[in-house]
């Protein structure tokens, strides 16, 4: 079974691509769904020098189109990127918020079984054009909606279930917990700020305030104007990541293909681990930790034939702090319970051996969420090509993508090796 490997890639700019007239509450789209998910197709074929005739198929993570853009089938509008991708197969998968990396894992089967060559994998989603209710309800949906959405349990709220449970099993001081996921939250913030795309980053209003440091965040009122409110207790606005919009797209080719190509940038899908756990967080034995997310790991690094002590960068899922510690700890990065000590002991920076979310990760870059899969593979491929977008890693042969979907339930680890 020959190896596949990216061979080229492209990540949007995240934003809220909208306009909102305060007086009507009317929302003016200016950045459409079909015109992402077309930037990062094209953008991506740019990068692997490669035509649209080369492409034997597009597989399309997006969570939930229909809810979000009232658009389903949407991985059919890839036919628009160029005329020669007419005719071609299109598959779109749905794993919430994990929806591109499946997508790309699909693909990387589809290239092993011999029947394609060369598959271009796009991640999209537009989720600012609905309400906060509305955007609210549409994520829940991904949850166990008998005892979980429909009882009005969110996904703050779930991933709040989690902080608590985790907190109170290793008997850590309130005070010094919120100090943890403060930590957390200002280093992505830290590294957001020189991403160039993040929905957070140099030009956003969010630059202004520099919460770099745990304490400038901590040191926000509770209440009112510049406050950090409560979201679901324990988590706080700063503990959450953003709704977003945006798209990310990879070029996948067999190893063997991509050497026959002379392509000279390949970074090969050494190991995956795609591992899911109960959708009802109910049912989980062990809900302090990520007894999925580690199986994933364990496949994935098995794989690879690695260990986390051969890593040198990884991007993991925060879409609330408190899962930065939880995917820190399933790696092995930090020992169980520990990995909030290790954050406060200044660990996991741009300087240390493992980098963690040099992009910002999706507290500061975003988190368009059937896009996030895809720009993780995307921004650690440029990492690991010598052509960072934003903090560059101090060191870059080998990277991991943790990408979740729902409450951790859907989990898809990928090592990426430079060849």
Known sequence: MSKVSIIGAYNSKFGAFIEKNKETGEIKDTKTIYELLIEAGRGALLDAGLEAKDIDAIYVGSCSPDAFANQNHIATVAADIHPDLRLKPMTRTEDACASSSVAIYDATYAIESGRFKNILVIGVEKMNLLNTKDMTHTLAC??????????????????AEIAKIYRDHYKLEQTEFRKML??????????????????????????????????????????????????????RLHDCSLVSDGAAAVVLSSTEHARAMKKTR?????????????????????????????????????????????????????????????TTEALGLSKEGHGGFDYLEGKFTRDDKCAVNLSGGLKSKGHPVGATGASMH??????????????????????????????????????????
Request: charged share 20%; with cysteine; glycine share 10%.
């Open 142 to 159: 991904c949850s166990y909606f008998p005892e979980e959405g429909a009882k009005g349990m969110t996904f703050p709220g779930l991933f």
């Open 182 to 235: 403060a930590t957390v939250g200002s280093l992505c913030y830290k590294n957001g700020f020189e991403n160039p795309l993040a929905h957070f980053g140099p030009d956003s209003f969010m630059a202004k305030l520099q919460l770099f440091s745990s304490d400038k965040i901590l040191s926000m009122p509770d209440e009112g104007k510049g406050s950090n409110l409560m979201i679901a207790d324990p988590l």
């Open 266 to 326: 390949i970074v090969e899908i050494a190991g995956i681990g795609h591992s899911c756990e109960y959708l009802a967080l109910s049912k989980r034995p062990n809900p302090w930790t990520l007894d999925a997310g580690k199986n994933a790991v364990q496949k994935a690094f098995a794989e690879a034939k690695i260990s986390i002590n051969d890593v040198d960068l990884v991007e993991v899922h925060d879409c609330f702090t408190i899962n930065q510690i939880l």
């Open 378 to 419: 995307a921004l650690i491929f440029k990492q690991l090509v010598g052509e960072a977008i934003g903090v560059k890693a101090k060191k870059a042969d080998i990277g991991v993508t943790f990408n979740v979907g729902g409450s951790a339930v859907t989990n898809a680890v990928t090592v990426l090796r430079r060849i």
